[in-house]
């Protein structure tokens, strides 16, 4: 989406668009013009020499100014429908992160009653300069890689017992466009193990080639219990939770949930959440859909007083899942709208 550009504050997902913001004194993004004329100038929206006059017009306006108000009969008056609808979809996303004022807050209120239809890419995109931002000061290329399954959908390979992720983008644009050769056609197939491509898989010997490639979203991590790159993931979701709501959490990866107190869970992607929900309820859940868990934790909350009070002193369980297909979409925004918070009860 945005132009990379290198600076101090962009040494790793440049393409994120973190020095498009302004850190506030709470340590929160301020929304800037500067972000909003990056989405103005995404390819939907930039004007091409076939574009009519009043769109034209209505981009030079808005670059000058991108808080400028603009009302319907302007809009109206695109003659290209398509371009119209995608000013129309741009503007109500650019009132919306105006009125939150920090990029935090407009994304947390994504998920109330009254907000507003996004393109998927829009989110993924928040919280990809969310997690730059929060990220900033980390050492472990590990965390950074494990971090990219907030806002990159994953493809996942069970290989000897193994469970590997690979970037569902790239690896289809390897499929596509044969560049890399059969690799992509290769990934795609279950039969066929990762490590016989060339696609690098990252551990704690070579990790270290993240940080050169870190926007190329191309390395792979097998993601079974005790791999570094679940712990790691656990460190990315104890800094998400701490970063928008000061809390304090421990989270630490688990085989399985034997507890006799269970009483919340908190599924990261609709797949894990389904499943959860179905063990929680006690119901005889098939075994391809037990195969489908990826990753399970166990979350304590530091806070006693934050938590509602049939919660003290009990931990919060979380899940990861793929779909049938193999595919991994997780929902980060679950982490801080279902927590047993007193705050959201």
């Known amino acids: 989406m945005l132009e990379a550009q290198t600076s101090e504050k962009t040494g790793f997902w440049r393409s994120a668009g973190l020095h498009l913001l302004e850190m506030n004194e709470s340590g929160w993004l301020n929304v800037t013009p500067d972000l909003i004329r990056a989405y103005l100038t995404r390819p939907e929206i930039h004007p091409i020499e076939e574009s009519c006059a009043v769109e034209h017009e209505l981009f030079e306006a808005l670059m000058a100014d991108p808080h400028m108000a603009i009302g319907q009969e302007k809009l109206a008056a695109i003659a290209d429908p398509d371009a119209r609808e995608n000013y129309e979809i741009v503007l109500r996303f650019r009132d919306h992160l105006v009125r939150h004022g920090t990029l935090e807050a407009a994304y947390m209120a994504l998920f109330t009653k009254d907000a507003p239809p996004i393109p998927a890419v829009f989110l993924d995109q928040i919280v990809h300069?969310?997690?730059?931002?929060?990220?900033?000061?980390?050492?472990?290329?590990?965390?950074?890689?494990?971090?990219?399954?907030?806002?990159?959908?994953?493809?996942?390979?069970?290989?000897?017992?193994?469970?590997?992720?690979?970037?569902?983008?790239?690896?289809?644009?390897?499929?596509?466009?044969?560049?890399?050769?059969?690799?992509?056609?290769?990934?795609?197939?279950?039969?066929?193990?990762?490590?016989?491509?060339?696609?690098?898989?990252?551990?704690?010997?070579?990790?270290?080639?993240?940080?050169?490639?870190?926007?190329?979203?191309?390395?792979v991590i097998d993601f079974r219990f005790t791999q570094p790159a679940v712990d790691a993931f656990a460190r990315v979701v104890e800094a998400w939770i701490g970063h928008f709501l000061s809390l304090r959490v421990r989270v630490q990866p688990v085989q399985s949930i034997s507890d006799e107190r269970w009483s919340w869970h908190i599924g990261l992607d609709s797949e894990a959440t389904r499943i959860l929900n179905a063990l929680y309820q006690g119901e005889d859940v098939p075994l391809e859909d037990l195969q489908q868990i990826l990753a399970l934790f166990r979350m304590e909350i530091d806070d006693r007083g934050a938590v509602i009070e049939t919660m003290n002193g009990k931990p919060v369980y979380l899940g990861v899942a793929m779909t049938r297909s193999n595919k991994l979409k997780l929902k980060p925004q679950n982490l801080l709208h279902s927590l047993p918070l007193r705050q959201l009860a």
């Open 129 to 219: 300069i969310l997690l730059r931002h929060i990220l900033s000061d980390a050492r472990d290329p590990m965390r950074l890689r494990a971090a990219e399954l907030f806002f990159r959908d994953q493809n996942v390979n069970l290989d000897d017992g193994r469970i590997m992720l690979a970037d569902e983008e790239i690896v289809n644009a390897m499929a596509e466009t044969g560049g890399m050769g059969s690799i992509g056609v290769l990934i795609m197939e279950a039969s066929t193990p990762l490590r016989s491509v060339q696609l690098d898989v990252i551990d704690d010997d070579n990790k270290s080639v993240y940080w050169g490639r870190s926007d190329r979203f191309d390395t």
